[in-house]
């Protein structure tokens, strides 16, 4: 319920109290030229966290570069006063949340066009290098039959020291991502996660992992027990994909758009129910002590799909680690020590440019093992080569190479250099540019690369 106001903040008139939440207290207010702006002034246990406080205003910065027309755009903040508040523009609707509870779950055709937006919203954001963190339905604005995505998960930024610490988080269950209830590395693969759950709230009325206690809910989305059953025949393989429990597996909210242009009511017969459905209560936003799960979730995994393969970013990673293996016979030592600096270089990004939990030195043990690891698979490479008789050392020193090459890549340990050469690709080649690449540039090169190792050990 709004509450009339008349106070002065900056430049900001403040007109009424339109919400509260546990970061701040939302006011619809004017700027200095009269238009409508929504302002949220920070609780003062929040301003009062100055540490937090300057994480924030880094990433408040972040946010500014976002430009969606399904995104509110971030205005103003000032974050350094006593009363730190943050500007978005304003969106005179109702959250896709009251909207559901009051009339029932949104028609199909209503449903495809609000995830074929918010898709299109989550790839601008995601563009922008930023992740939502808090994507719920609480947190979708319907202005007229468009949807808005509006507060970003800044109580999560603001908390995430503090919690982290005490194996708590913040968030509302059953639109949680796994990774943010295990309190791992969020990527904006948990964006994507807490979007399909939101476009199964507005298809069903239905919280996706269950209505229960909190234990229950965190549980089932661990296990990846989302009520798929209960969506539309011909939305289950849409949220399916969208839902799993490994980050890795899901779909870029590009790749999520793609399919969300292909989704079709007419391919299936609806469950979906016409009539307002009784109140489903769904669990607001707490910060609770996360429950030891009974052990570490499986991952549900898609068959292996080689026109989707061929067509993505990651078959482009292929046919370089190809290429790279190709050259390592050409050049044994400078590509082989190139490719092991590439190898430092993905690893240090990952853990610089992403939130990564892990410790310093923890992160280093892995990479010096995983080297050692590589060399060694090389070594043995080479012995192996070498016993046959067949191979003189001119052969045998730069196949060994080789094999540490690809040893860099696929071996234990080489995970975090996969995801991360995956991203980069996934970011730099988008949709179909990937497939074009593949065919006109690398696919070339590798075979050019190939027909000269060939060469060289012939």
């Given at each position: 319920m709004s509450?009339?106001?008349?106070e002065?903040?900056?430049?900001?008139r403040l007109?009424?109290?339109?919400g509260?939440?546990?970061?701040?207290?939302?006011?619809?207010?004017l700027?200095?030229?009269?238009?409508?702006v929504?302002?949220?002034?920070l609780?003062?246990h929040?301003?009062?966290?100055?540490?937090?406080?300057?994480?924030l205003?880094?990433e408040?910065e972040?946010?500014r570069?976002?430009?969606?027309?399904y995104?509110?755009?971030?205005?103003?903040?000032e974050l350094?006063g006593?009363r730190p508040?943050?500007?978005?523009?304003?969106?005179p609707?109702?959250?896709?949340e009251?909207t559901?509870?009051e009339?029932?779950?949104l028609?199909p055709?209503?449903?495809?066009?609000?995830a074929?937006?918010?898709?299109?919203a989550?790839?601008d954001?995601?563009?922008a290098?930023?992740i939502h963190r808090?994507?719920?339905?609480?947190?979708?604005m319907?202005?007229?039959?468009?949807?808005?995505?509006?507060d970003?998960?800044?109580?999560?930024?603001?908390?995430a020291?503090r919690?982290?610490?005490?194996?708590?988080f913040?968030?509302?269950?059953?639109?949680l991502a796994?990774?943010v209830?295990?309190?791992?590395?969020?990527?904006?693969a948990?964006?994507?996660?807490?979007l399909?759950?939101?476009?199964?709230?507005?298809?069903?009325?239905?919280?996706?992992?269950g209505?229960?206690?909190?234990?229950?809910?965190?549980?089932?989305t661990?296990e990846?027990?989302?009520?798929?059953?209960?969506?539309p025949?011909?939305?289950?393989?849409?949220l399916?994909?969208?839902?799993?429990?490994?980050?890795?597996?899901?779909?870029t909210?590009r790749?999520?758009?793609?399919?969300?242009?292909?989704?079709?009511?007419?391919?299936?017969?609806?469950?979906?129910?016409?009539?307002?459905?009784?109140p489903?209560?769904v669990a607001?936003?707490?910060r609770a002590?996360?429950p030891?799960?009974?052990?570490?979730p499986?991952?549900?995994?898609e068959?292996?799909?080689?026109r989707?393969?061929?067509?993505?970013?990651?078959?482009c990673?292929?046919l370089?680690?190809?290429?790279?293996?190709?050259?390592?016979v050409?050049?044994?030592v400078?590509?082989?020590?190139t490719?092991?600096?590439l190898?430092l270089?993905?690893?240090?990004?990952a853990?610089?440019?992403?939130?990564n939990?892990r410790?310093?030195s923890?992160?280093?043990?892995?990479?010096?093992?995983?080297?050692?690891l590589a060399l060694?698979?090389?070594?043995?490479?080479?012995a192996?080569?070498?016993?046959?008789?067949?191979l003189?050392?001119?052969?045998?020193e730069?196949?060994?190479a080789?094999?540490?090459?690809?040893?860099?890549?696929?071996l234990p340990?080489?995970g975090?250099v996969?995801?991360?050469?995956?991203?980069?690709?996934?970011r730099?080649?988008?949709?179909h540019?990937?497939?074009t690449?593949?065919?006109?540039?690398?696919?070339p090169?590798?075979l050019i690369?190939?027909?000269?190792a060939?060469t060289?050990?012939l």
């Open positions: 509450t009339r106001t008349h002065q903040l900056g430049p900001y007109i009424e109290k339109i509260e939440g546990g970061m701040g207290v939302v006011h619809l207010g700027d200095g030229a009269g238009r409508e929504a302002v949220k002034v609780h003062p929040v301003a009062a966290d100055l540490k937090a406080r300057d994480r205003a880094r408040v972040s946010m570069r976002v430009r969606s027309r995104v509110a755009e971030m205005l103003d903040a350094t006593s508040y943050i500007v978005t523009r304003f969106a609707g109702r959250t896709l009251a559901v509870r009339r029932g779950p028609k055709r209503e449903v495809v066009a609000v074929r937006k918010l898709c299109q989550l790839v954001i995601h563009d290098g930023v808090d994507l719920k339905p609480s947190n979708v319907l202005v007229g039959d468009e949807p808005l995505v509006i970003f998960g800044i109580a999560h930024l603001v908390n020291t919690l982290t610490q005490s194996g708590m913040v968030g509302t269950p059953g639109y796994p990774e209830i295990r309190d791992s590395r969020i990527t904006q948990a964006d994507v996660h807490s399909a759950s939101t476009v199964f709230f507005a298809a069903t009325g239905l919280s996706p992992f209505a229960g206690t909190f234990e229950a809910v965190c549980f089932n661990l990846g027990r989302a009520r798929i059953d209960e969506a025949v011909w939305l289950r393989d849409w399916s994909r969208a839902l799993r429990v490994d980050p890795a597996a899901r779909p909210a790749e999520l758009l793609r399919l969300a242009d292909a989704l079709d009511p007419a391919a299936g017969r609806t469950r979906v129910m016409r009539a307002p459905l009784p489903v209560p607001p936003t707490v002590e996360l030891e799960p009974p052990g570490p499986a991952a549900p995994r068959p292996f799909g080689l989707r393969f061929v067509a993505g970013s990651d078959f990673g292929v370089i680690l190809v290429t790279l293996m190709a050259l390592t050409v050049k044994p400078a590509v082989g020590l490719v092991a600096a190898s270089a993905l690893r240090a990004g853990y610089f440019l992403g939130e939990r410790t310093l923890r992160v280093v043990l892995v990479t010096l093992g995983h080297v050692v060694a698979l090389g070594v043995t490479a080479a192996l080569l070498h016993s046959t008789g067949r003189g050392t001119r052969h045998v730069p196949l060994a080789s094999v540490f090459t690809l040893g860099l890549f696929v340990g080489a975090t996969r995801q991360a050469a995956s991203r980069t690709l996934a730099l080649l988008p949709g540019r990937a497939l690449m593949s065919v006109a540039v690398l696919g090169i590798a690369a190939m027909i000269t060939l060289e050990l």
